[in-house]
């Protein structure tokens, strides 16, 4: 396989590579940098180099990268959701006018509709798997998206962490509510109040569940991270 050189390092990286794991650089060449441009680096830069990047907290102790802030996660999220709420809204009012303008008005809705839900999927899958690695979100925090491996994702890589996303809520919550629901239907009316409180703490937790686990893992991993070995780090200073 082709390789690519670090110019920070001079460490050799498949050219898939989005960020080097030696030295956390994203400055990349075909050939390696000249004898002369290594020779003129002072012994201790490259200790500075090192002991900056264990004086992170995050260690790359976890795997070489620093994983990005928690509150840039949660940053990025909203800032990708309101982007996406900005773009279903006019979807949904661009096929609202359509289905009124010919007529068409159930086939404009359910066009509408199938398109509000693909874009999430869309918008996720080309923004992670492009040059940047990352969403307008995620860009917006200096953050970006790369496998444990430091590689770009692929758009089949990308597109199964949306779905996972999405879905591990979902697929927990049906479980949860045919696990629940019976004892609901037969619960007096004391104990309904119970169950449904229990219900409504119930679909939170398994809502934020799949998130919950960047808490409790050095690498601040997703459960659906975790599944598809991606993580979230801090993009490399320039």
């Not at 990286?13 to 000249?34: D, E, H, I, Y």
């Not at 940047?132 to 590689?151: H, N, P, R, V, Y």
Request: hydrophobic share 45%.
């Amino acid at each position: 396989m082709a390789s690519s050189f670090c110019m920070g390092c001079g460490a050799s990286l498949m050219v898939t590579m989005r960020v080097c794991p030696s030295c956390g650089g994203k400055t990349f060449s075909a050939s390696p940098p000249s004898i002369r441009s290594q020779a003129t680096t002072t012994p201790l830069e490259a200790p500075k180099t090192n002991a900056k990047l264990r004086n992170t907290g995050h260690a790359f102790l976890t795997g070489r990268f620093e994983p990005a802030g928690n509150w840039q996660r949660i940053g990025a999220y909203f800032l990708d959701a309101l982007i996406l709420a900005v773009a279903g809204g006019l979807v949904y009012g661009l096929s609202t006018i359509l289905g009124s303008q010919d007529g068409g008005g159930k086939i404009a809705s359910v066009a509408g509709l199938l398109i509000w839900v693909a874009i999430p999927y869309i918008y996720f899958t080309i923004c992670h798997s492009s040059d940047k690695s990352a969403t307008w979100g995620k860009s917006a925090f200096g953050i970006m998206l790369i496998t444990d491996q430091g590689e770009k994702l692929t758009r089949v890589q990308a597109f199964i962490r949306v779905l996972l996303q999405n879905l591990l809520p979902i697929a927990a919550l049906i479980v949860f509510f045919l696990t629940v629901g019976g004892s609901f239907s037969l619960a007096n009316e004391e104990m309904k109040t119970t169950i449904g409180i229990a219900i409504i703490f119930g679909v939170l937790f398994i809502s934020l569940g799949p998130f919950v686990t960047v808490f409790f893992n050095d690498r601040h991993q997703t459960l659906f991270d975790l599944i598809c070995k991606t993580r979230v780090i801090k993009k490399a200073s320039p």
